[in-house]
């Protein structure tokens, strides 16, 4: 990865529609986000995924072999995360 990635963290977010205060994070190192980005394809002007991307359900079995997070909480929209290392 280029120096562009330093001090980046990268994460699986779950929101929930119905209770704002319902979340889970389970984080993504370097070398999951490469993985991911053939399974969630980033806009091509965001090829590390600094941006949210939603990850869809049919792509869950492939997330989950990646990330081994286990099965999606059927109450959450999940999305792919960044945000600058403290």
Not at 9 to 24: H, I, N, Y
Not at 35 to 42: D, T, Y
Not at 62 to 76: Q, R
Request: a negative charge; hydrophobic letters at 35%.
């Amino acid at each position: 990865m280029s120096s562009e990635d330093q001090g980046v963290v990268w994460s699986l977010q779950g929101f929930s529609k119905a209770d704002e205060f319902l979340r889970t994070e389970f984080p993504i190192s370097r070398e999951q986000i490469r993985q991911l980005r053939e399974v969630i394809k980033p806009d091509p002007d965001d090829p590390w995924m600094y941006l949210c991307y939603d990850v869809p359900l049919e792509a869950w079995p492939a997330v989950d072999a990646i990330l081994h997070c286990g099965p999606p909480d059927p109450g959450l929209d999940y999305q792919t995360g960044a945000y600058a290392a403290e």
